[in-house]
């Protein structure tokens, strides 16, 4: 009997209707027209700036909603449940025919993204692997060939309902297509452990 075991998995959490209803129309409410900060790559994608809990009483119900996820998230990434914060958060809104660029982000472990509104399947989260070094490159990708978790080179988020949350390692490269639905807005935001240990060399870490 052959068995396949998949060695240092990466852990990608997805939680379904976080956020009740009401929480999500607040925020949408409160934050969306202040999305006025333009994308480099596309105009037709606006962000916030940097969200604090002083920008709205609604921030400190998302925070104690978020925290207990990060650290069950962290558990699997690190072997410990932590403590951890949030580092920054920030809106996007995505009109049609907008994308997002392939991008990472720097200094912090992990990041999510929060849905507020229904998502076209076009603009779903897109990842990507990575490429690999300066050597030759070799695949095997044509019509006859069947993608699976050991040979893609992307992976697509499932559909996300108002209120759902994934959470990944932020290295992970990541992109949305040309969004042909109508208006996504979503909350972006990236997170740190109070420190991390092994055998005694320590690191802290704090928001900046």
């Not at 379904?16 to 949408?28: K, T």
């Not at 909603?65 to 920054?88: D, M, N, V, Y």
Request: hydrophobic share 40%; net charge neutral.
């Amino acid at each position: 009997m052959s068995q396949i075991c998949g060695l240092f998995a990466t852990p990608l959490m997805r939680f379904e209707r976080l956020l009740p209803g009401p929480l999500v129309q607040a925020l949408i409410a409160r934050h969306a027209d202040t999305a006025v900060k333009r994308n480099t790559q596309d105009s037709r994608l606006t962000h916030t700036e940097i969200l604090t809990e002083q920008t709205s009483p609604e921030l400190i119900q998302l925070r104690s909603l978020l925290t207990p996820k990060l650290a069950e998230f962290g558990e699997l990434l690190f072997g410990e449940k932590l403590a951890w914060s949030i580092k920054e958060l920030w809106l996007n809104v995505l009109e049609a025919g907008g994308h997002q660029a392939i991008h990472n982000h720097a200094n912090c472990f992990v990041s999510g993204v929060l849905y507020l509104t229904p998502t076209h399947p076009s603009a779903s989260t897109v990842f990507v692997k990575a490429l690999g070094g300066n050597g030759y490159v070799f695949a095997n990708a044509h019509r006859d060939t069947r993608p699976g978790p050991f040979n893609s080179d992307k992976w697509m988020a499932p559909e996300a309902a108002p209120g759902d949350l994934i959470l990944f390692p932020s290295h992970l490269l990541h992109e949305v297509p040309a969004n042909q639905g109508g208006r996504r807005i979503t909350l972006a935001f990236n997170a740190i452990p109070e420190r991390l240990d092994s055998w005694g060399y320590a690191l802290r870490f704090a928001r900046a």
